[in-house]
């Protein structure tokens, strides 16, 4: 069961309850007392934080009992997610120290003025002499935020910060939250390419559909850097990889298998794309309206486009129905929507990633006996997939080749890249993607990425070790 820390600030009326009442009231909800603080002594009554180790399920029954309990005024809780937040969890750190007037004329004015004319004469002297060699903007409208859906820019900056934590500790790049207090596509837009000039690439956030696909597209082809929405493509990148190690455990092979892929927003358009550029020839998408079929009339133009592929079936069905003889079932949708009985009328070894989150579209209890490899969205569960396999390795490479855009070829390079970090020995049912604390994953990608941007001609430097 999950442990937590929580903090709860109480103040005590001594005339009518003691610290002993507490601690027994404390005890009986189930949490264990850890520390106590005095922030205010007094006679009558006093202010404490007490740390208490709870099970993550005891933690509300815990403040309803401190609530209920006379004599006892909760002042506040906290737990360690919330402290961990506290001031935000990112800062800006100045490279050289200014400790002197000589220090300041270098950096400022007015030694800085032969740099801006330096960068005035030569635009892209602005990735050698400003921090837009190494910065991402990391943008988001906060209409689509985890599993929260729609909770705006405020409430998605915690997400964007965190984000930018991962990609300076496991890339060493210098991103930055961008949260928009707008949903209009074309301020969007707009706004992304006006802040543009001291980012080295633009990497989208929870972005809502089918909007997402707009505004990525328009950047893509109207500014000169990297655009690259993470949900959809992350997603994309390291589901690829994950099925490229699951089908070497059950011995198929892509351009065989049959693939079903239910939930066609933008994970799964993207996911649709990757498995035809990666070979599959058998494909069925599948919406809440059932299966999208080849021939078919769409008014959603990512809808018609996966119709007019030959790859795509012809046999219209529900998910349950399609689902017989599948080989692969990739799931980007929403919880509890197959049971056992669907993987037992898949074909033999079949795979199965169910990656709704919080709660997978079946759950590995029901799942995990029928199938030969079995993967989700969670980090409590083997073979998690996880976007941050991929978008510090990605933004890295294409920052140091200051690529023009991340075309499919480099995406499927760094799909190949993440899935070859686990060895022939050590591949096996339960490990088919290595963990993002891997330092080879960041390396492969990088290298995978600038080898294929400089192959497909949108590389415009090439590193030092490629030449």
Request: glycine letters at 8%; hydrophobic letters at 45%; aromatic letters at 4%.
């Amino acid at each position: 069961m999950a442990q937590t820390s929580i903090i709860l600030r109480i103040e005590l009326d001594h005339r009518v309850v003691s610290f002993g009442d507490v601690a027994a009231t404390i005890a009986r909800a189930g949490g264990d007392i850890i520390s106590i603080d005095v922030i205010r002594p007094g006679k009558d009554s006093s202010v404490r934080d007490i740390t208490v180790d709870v099970a993550e399920t005891a933690e509300a029954s815990i403040v309803d009992s401190i609530k209920a309990q006379a004599g006892i005024k909760l002042v506040n809780v906290s737990d360690r997610a919330f402290l961990a937040h506290l001031g935000g969890k990112i800062e800006v750190q100045p490279k050289l120290p200014i400790k002197n007037r000589d220090d300041l004329s270098r950096v400022y004015t007015p030694g800085v003025a032969k740099v801006c004319t330096a960068i005035h004469e030569n635009p892209m002297k602005a990735y050698s002499l400003t921090i837009k060699r190494n910065t991402v903007a990391v943008v988001t409208d906060g209409t689509a935020v985890l599993g929260l859906g729609d909770v705006g820019p405020y409430a998605a900056a915690p997400v964007m910060e965190g984000k930018a934590m991962l990609f300076k500790q496991l890339a060493g790049v210098d991103a930055f939250p961008i949260c928009l207090d707008t949903t209009d596509t074309e301020e969007i837009i707009r706004t992304i390419k006006a802040i543009g000039p001291i980012f080295g690439g633009i990497n989208l956030e929870d972005i809502s559909a089918p909007r997402c696909f707009e505004i990525e597209s328009r950047l893509a082809n109207e500014m000169d850097v990297p655009v690259f929405h993470d949900d959809q493509h992350g997603t994309a990148v390291v589901v690829i990889a994950g099925l490229l190690n699951a089908l070497k455990v059950t011995g198929k092979r892509v351009e065989h298998v049959r693939v079903v892929v239910n939930g066609i927003g933008a994970a799964g358009v993207s996911i649709c794309k990757m498995l035809l550029n990666a070979g599959v020839t058998r494909l069925v998408p599948v919406d809440r309206h059932g299966a999208i079929v080849r021939g078919g009339q769409y008014e959603h133009p990512m809808w018609q486009w996966l119709a007019d592929q030959p790859q795509v079936e012809a046999a219209a069905g529900t998910l349950q129905e399609v689902i017989a003889g599948a080989d692969v079932f990739i799931g980007v949708s929403r919880g509890k929507l197959m049971k056992a009985d669907d993987i037992k009328r898949m074909a033999h070894d079949p795979i199965v990633f169910a990656m709704a989150n919080p709660e997978p579209e079946i759950s590995p209890e029901e799942a995990l006996p029928h199938a030969a490899v079995f993967a989700t969205g969670r980090s409590d569960y083997a073979n998690q997939i996880n976007n941050v396999l991929v978008f510090p390795g990605i933004f890295r490479g294409v920052l140091d080749c200051r690529a023009r855009t991340i075309n499919e070829p480099m995406k499927l390079a760094a799909s190949r890249a993440i899935a070859n970090v686990i060895s022939e020995k050590e591949l096996n049912n339960y490990y088919i993607v290595p963990s993002i604390f891997n330092e080879m994953v960041v390396a492969n990608v990088r290298r995978a990425v600038i080898e294929t941007a400089i192959l497909t001609g949108v590389a415009r430097r090439t590193p030092p070790e490629f030449s």
